[in-house]
């Protein structure tokens, strides 16, 4: 006969952990949005580079409409198939699982926070790189690491949105 399994709790040192991933997970989405903010106050050039650059920004949204209304869908899928595990013995084999019946909706819960995380940095991302381009074109006016810079800043501020949603996403699920 198997031992019963008990939830675990977070005490002591684990929440000394999961403090620090709260404060990395702020740390990063304030220098995610402080980086943003540089970016954006940057040269846009002449009115051809922002005519070109407005027209990106209207295709990189509905691209992202189109796809998010598809990811949805399987998301919604996906989470109701995790709900209908619960009558089945499926979770209880998963790492970390209680055996209870409130597994299943713990990782359906789970999946849609992972999802929408997802989804949120995959915005920022977009947002900013796409307005990030026309500006990097302005500053390979004025040379190769002034375009360098404000390039590998609009990544930077995709990776630390990707940091910050992901830890705060996983802090307030733990």
Avoid at 3 to 22: N, Q, V
Avoid at 98 to 104: E, N, V
Avoid at 125 to 154: C, D, H, Q, W
């Amino acid at each position: 006969m198997p031992a019963e399994r008990t939830r675990y709790a977070p005490s002591g040192g684990d929440m000394e952990i999961l403090w620090i991933a709260i404060v990395a997970a702020l740390v990063a989405l304030v220098f995610a949005v402080v980086a943003a903010q540089r970016i954006l106050g940057e040269d846009q050039g002449d009115e051809t580079m922002r005519s070109i650059a407005d027209q990106i920004q209207v295709g990189a949204a509905a691209f992202l409409r189109r796809e998010y209304s598809f990811i949805a869908v399987f998301v919604v899928v996906v989470a109701v198939v995790l709900l209908l595990f619960r009558d089945l013995d499926v979770l209880d084999k998963l790492p970390g699982a209680s055996g209870q019946l409130t597994d299943a909706p713990r990782f359906a819960i789970a999946y849609v926070v992972g999802a929408i995380a997802s989804a949120a940095a995959g915005y920022v991302g977009m947002y900013i790189a796409v307005r990030a381009n026309v500006r990097t074109t302005a500053k390979a006016r004025e040379g190769l690491n002034p375009a360098l810079r404000v390039a590998f800043s609009s990544g930077s501020v995709m990776g630390m949105t990707v940091v910050g949603i992901s830890l705060g996403s996983l802090a307030v699920l733990y």
